[in-house]
């Protein structure tokens, strides 16, 4: 899970309660010197009659804190979703179902609670052919991520046996939060990509994140179609190098991204970072690259009022606590449904349950809130024809449709 903070709910949402009524006050002020449509465009970036709701997409089931929500790549249009003590649900992606099929129990494999659990999955490109499918949970004894692959049953597509994991990768983990977990293939280049957050405890004790002879606090890029039980890709930033770094290595410099994406249009990997104490920030990701943690936290030096930010590559848009406290990434809305918000990097915060879109043009960054929720929003997820549901950790999933 993204959150690490320890947080009185009551004093998060008493804060927000005076940020808004602030925000709504010089809003009314605007609106009486200026008319309604230039307040609109001026404080949510977009035109009247183009903001968002949210409806619960499937009101006959709920789940016990999902953390994750796919559909398949198929023409079967089945949702599969992430329950963090390790079973998946899959289910016809329909408001009227009302049952649903275990697809893999993982429970007794699986270390959950708090920021543990089944945290991450993904289909094989190749899903509808091979039957792979990818998961990332935490596992005890010792305490560990484990990546592995599963196999979808030959005679029962709803089923996927637990004696079919295969290994790919286990890593060893110091403490009990941040440990990222998202997986994704990269839509242009076919290889997995896995966020590992930087072990926990507070502040990356142990220096995980810039270590890169630690695979902690990283995104890992590998090949899963080559070798065993992967390959390394020809072009990752540090193949062959003689210093000892993981080979494995993408990026670097993360605490705990809870949450990647790749934008389907343009290739670029989108990762919202949740921050310590101060700053949830969100990256565009490419290979080689330092992402700051835990020398910078957001745009500011961490624990400390300068730094030698040199080689770090800041994020594209940060926000303080007043605004959130644990941010979730999101997805590129590349949907039909919502077209005035094509283009836009749309997450939200897990605490605050605001939803927002950011517009980024490769050098500006433009946020604008979407929606206000009170719902512990923990994942995202897209179907087949990339609109966007959102995962609320007590319990439902909801579609963002058009106002
Ligand atoms: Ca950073």
Request: with cysteine; aromatic share 14%.
């Amino acid at each position: 899970m993204p959150i690490t903070k320890n947080t009185a709910s009551f004093t998060l949402k008493s804060v927000r309660f005076l940020s808004n009524r602030k925000l709504k006050f010089i809003l009314l002020v605007v609106i009486i010197t200026f008319g309604i449509t230039v307040p609109l465009v001026l404080f949510f970036g977009f035109t009247p009659g183009s903001l968002i709701t949210i409806e619960n997409a499937f009101p006959n089931l709920n789940f016990n804190h999902p953390v994750g929500i796919y559909i398949a790549p198929d023409s079967t249009n089945r949702c599969f979703v992430l329950e963090q003590a390790g079973i998946i649900k899959v289910f016809e992606n329909n408001q009227t179902t009302a049952s649903y099929e275990v697809f893999l129990n993982l429970t007794s494999k699986v270390a959950a609670g708090g920021e543990l659990g089944l945290l991450g999955f993904a289909f094989h490109p190749n899903f509808s052919i091979n039957g792979f499918l990818y998961v990332d949970y935490t596992a005890p004894g010792p305490l560990r991520t484990v990546i592995s692959r599963f196999k979808v049953d030959d005679s029962l597509p709803n089923k996927a046996n637990v004696s079919s994991e295969f290994i790919i990768l286990e890593v060893t983990q110091p403490y009990s939060n941040h440990k990222g977990g998202q997986l994704a293939f990269g839509p242009n280049d076919g290889y997995l990509y896995i966020a590992m957050g930087d072990g926990g405890s507070g502040g990356d004790p142990l220096g995980n994140a810039q270590n890169r002879s630690s695979l902690l606090g990283k995104v890992l890029r590998i090949d899963v179609d080559s070798g065993l039980p992967y390959a390394i890709p020809a072009d990752n930033p540090f193949r062959n190098n003689s210093f000892g770094y993981c080979a494995e290595i993408w990026a670097y410099g993360f605490r705990n991204p809870w949450r990647f994406s790749f934008d389907t249009e343009t290739g670029w990997l989108w990762a919202g970072d949740v921050g310590q104490n101060s700053w949830e920030e969100i990256d565009i990701i490419s290979g080689g690259m330092n992402y700051g943690w835990n020398i910078m936290e957001g745009f500011q030096c961490y624990n400390s009022p300068s730094c030698n930010t040199t080689g770090l590559v800041p994020p594209i848009f940060d926000y303080g606590r007043t605004v959130g406290h644990s941010i979730t990434g999101g997805f590129v809305y590349r949907g039909a449904e919502l077209p005035w918000l094509t283009g836009k990097y749309v997450y939200g915060d897990f605490v605050f349950g605001t939803i927002w879109a950011l517009e980024y043009d490769g050098s500006q960054a433009i946020n604008s809130p979407l929606l206000e929720t009170n719902l512990l929003i923990s994942s995202f997820g897209v179907d087949q024809n990339n609109e966007l549901y959102i995962c609320a950790y007590n319990g439902f999933i909801y579609k963002i449709l058009p106002l």
